[in-house]
């Protein structure tokens, strides 16, 4: 994995996918830009003259795949890729301060959101607070202080692909470590950009 941007990545239908991207970000305060990439992110899914480079259908054995495909000069976003292998998923973790938007472009992902109830320190209580499967076409969002999550592969054959853009690169996060009960660890957590070819 490298720690650096990586050069704008073109793929099939990368014109129409950037422009209909910018027109969302464009639209207003945070909880408009999201609502509108949710809508935008589902029709760039299913519309067939947008086609993801081949890489980002190959998973990596020992981590879940974060590709960047673009970053926006203009606007500071960040597209990337993830290619989660059978099984493959992530810890309860924030993205932070950062909204999102995520949406399953291929295979499906179980998504568990999780409710902050207490804060000691590096300490943190969680409780699960509703979990969903989500499909191909699929897209939802994160704001925060409603940022924590996990996302998952829960398929043992299959590979799935999803698309998160954030609204600035997002290089950290907080991952959070179960301790007891509802008691997590928070550590702090670099990310990385696998390289997309």
Known sequence: MTGSAQPDVLFDGHDKFIAAVDAAVASGDEHAITAALRNTLCE??????VRLPGCVYEPIADHYARREIYRSPGHGYSIVAMTWGPGQGTPVHDHCGLWCVEGVWDGELEITQFELLERDGDRFRFRAAGGLQAGAGSAGSLIPPHEYHTIGNVSGRSVAVSVHIYK???DHCAKFVHEQGEWYRRTESCLS???AA
Not at 44 to 49: Q, T, Y
């Open 44 to 49: 760039m899914i299913r519309d067939p003259e």
């Open 168 to 170: 600035a690169p997002m």
């Open 193 to 195: 950009v696998d390289r």
